[in-house]
């Protein structure tokens, strides 16, 4: 089984910045594309950044110019690193992975990420 493992949440400023990273072990044939969610308390998980294979990119809206996702293929790594971070930030960050066979999609732990003064 495919294991996705996060880490570098933390409790950080307004404005401040951290970089997540996510390592992926296991078997793994096919990886089509890696990513975060994240989800605060009360409200639905909701797409942060995306990665594919293709090195194609997307964002959420609302980190769009603050947050960049980025890869390390020969670590089965993928990284976020967040800028300019808000308040509203807050919220406990996934790894997902998405590959070409059963279960198809892969969930990490989740790390906590705190923006307060």
């Known amino acids: 089984q495919v294991q996705l493992v996060e880490s570098g949440g933390g409790l950080v400023q307004p404005g401040g910045s951290l970089r997540l990273s996510c390592a992926a072990s296991g078997i793994i044939f096919s990886i089509n594309r890696m990513g975060w969610y994240r989800q605060a308390p009360g409200k639905e998980r909701e797409l942060v950044a995306i990665i594919t294979n293709y090195g194609s990119t997307n964002y959420a809206d609302s980190v769009k110019g603050r947050f960049t996702i980025s890869r390390d293929s020969a670590k089965n790594t993928v990284y976020l690193q967040m800028n300019s971070l808000k308040p509203e930030d807050t919220a406990v960050h996934y790894c997902?992975?998405?590959?070409?066979?059963?279960?198809?999609?892969?969930w990490g732990q989740g790390t906590q990420v705190t923006v307060s003064s």
């Open positions: 997902n992975a998405v590959g070409s066979s059963y279960p198809y999609v892969y």
